[in-house]
């Protein structure tokens, strides 16, 4: 059984800061891209960050130079810092895991995170 849980998000005003966290936890072999994603209201489910086993890191063009995604591998979390937040940076923010069991192979979603900013 494998369980991710998301921490991190809430209220904040415009250009203000959140960081998000996202740890998995189980009989987990191996972990391989993390990432995150938002659904914002009315729109569809986006990648905004990812990050390899190796540490390369992939951003939406939406947020490339506000948002860093970062990962550690000793404690199976993925973070995802959020500067200079925006209104349209409001979404739920889920993050996915790819990682090995010792029964299957594929993506993990966790339950997903308010971020709401305010002007």
């Known amino acids: 059984q494998v369980q991710l849980v998301e921490s991190g998000g809430g209220l904040v005003q415009a250009g203000g800061s959140l960081r998000l966290s996202c740890a998995a936890s189980?009989?987990?072999?191996?972990?391989?891209?993390m990432g995150w994603y938002r659904q914002g209201p009315g729109k569809e489910r986006e990648l905004v960050a990812a990050?390899?086993?190796?540490?390369?890191?992939n951003y939406a063009d939406s947020v490339r130079g506000r948002f860093t995604i970062s990962r550690d591998n000793a404690k199976n979390t993925v973070y995802l810092q959020m500067n200079s937040l925006k209104l349209e940076d409001t979404a739920v923010y889920l993050c996915n895991v790819r990682l090995v069991t010792a029964t299957y192979g594929g993506d993990y979603w966790g339950q997903g995170t308010q971020v709401t900013v305010s002007s």
């Open positions: 990050i390899t086993s190796g540490g390369r890191t």
């Open positions: 189980g009989r987990i072999f191996a972990i391989n891209a």
